[in-house]
């Protein structure tokens, strides 16, 4: 019997509904009270398996995610999710996509091998010339590597693409001054396919993340996937999660997805603001 559980939670600590959800072809809601929005719910026994998601502190309808929710008409992506059938990266583009407009500035904080930058540009460029990507890594190789790519997707791309070779706690130097960006986007962990020993440190983790606390306008998202399955992981896990915690519920939407069975996979985290 496969048997796991799956949690989508708030970090808020203030009272909030959850929502359990089970597979779309049953088309069954179940909402219940509680006075915290951070909690192991008991799991749903469904065709055999067990899961149950508890969904963030934006939920104000009783049967389904408001309308005006940035997670709202994801349910089924959160679902596949679940199922091993979208990897935490898509899910997070697809989260990107209920976000992101043409002709925004948006930040991919450690671009790696480049799959979220053109993700990015995709979302963002326009015929007149608007949006912009500033893509931040500290290898140089990743660099490369995010500029090859660039150049093998898109005729060109350099008009609406900033490379620095800039760690990303640092991203406000490289930013322009009063820039509207609407989204900062984290791959937590080493380059794929480069040097292991290399990999993001929690310290300057937190000052990127409160670094894009600052800069993401109303509306806007700061979006991280965790990689917790190499040494130091966990313990950045554990600062996101410290950070997120304590942002005020009144102007932020905090949660993440995380198998519970599955110690080592990558952990999707969203903040919005509101």
Request: aromatic residues 10%; glycine residues 6%.
């Amino acid at each position: 019997m496969l048997s796991f559980r799956y949690r989508f939670s708030s970090f808020a600590t203030s009272s909030r509904r959850l929502l359990f959800l089970v597979p779309s072809q049953t088309h069954t809601l179940t909402n219940i009270s509680t006075n915290h929005s951070l909690c192991s719910v008991k799991p749903i026994k469904q065709n055999n398996a067990f899961f149950s998601v508890a969904v963030a502190n934006d939920i104000h309808s009783s049967s389904s995610l408001s309308k005006d929710s940035p997670f709202s008409g994801l349910e089924d992506v959160f679902v596949s999710f679940l199922f091993g059938k979208k990897k935490a990266t898509d899910v997070a583009h697809m989260v990107w996509k209920h976000v992101v407009q043409k002709g925004d500035t948006v930040i991919d904080a450690t671009c790696g091998n480049g799959f979220d930058t053109l993700e990015m540009l995709n979302l963002v460029a326009d015929d007149s010339h608007n949006g912009y990507v500033y893509a931040l890594d500290i290898q140089k190789d990743a660099l490369d590597k995010t500029s090859s790519l660039l150049e093998e997707s898109l005729n060109s791309y350099q008009k609406h693409v900033k490379l620095f070779n800039i760690c990303h706690s640092k991203m406000e130097e490289v930013v322009q001054r009063n820039s509207s960006v609407r989204l900062v986007a984290f791959n937590l962990g080493y380059l794929p396919g480069g040097d292991k020993e290399i990999i993001t440190r929690s310290e300057t983790t937190l000052q990127a993340l409160e670094a894009a606390e600052r800069i993401v306008i109303p509306g806007g998202l700061i979006s991280i996937v965790v990689y917790v399955g190499h040494p130091g992981g966990r313990e950045e896990l554990e600062t996101v999660e410290t950070f997120a915690a304590r942002m005020s519920v009144e102007n932020w939407i905090c949660c993440k997805l995380q198998m519970l069975n599955r110690p080592f996979a990558p952990i999707p985290i969203f903040l919005f603001r509101r």
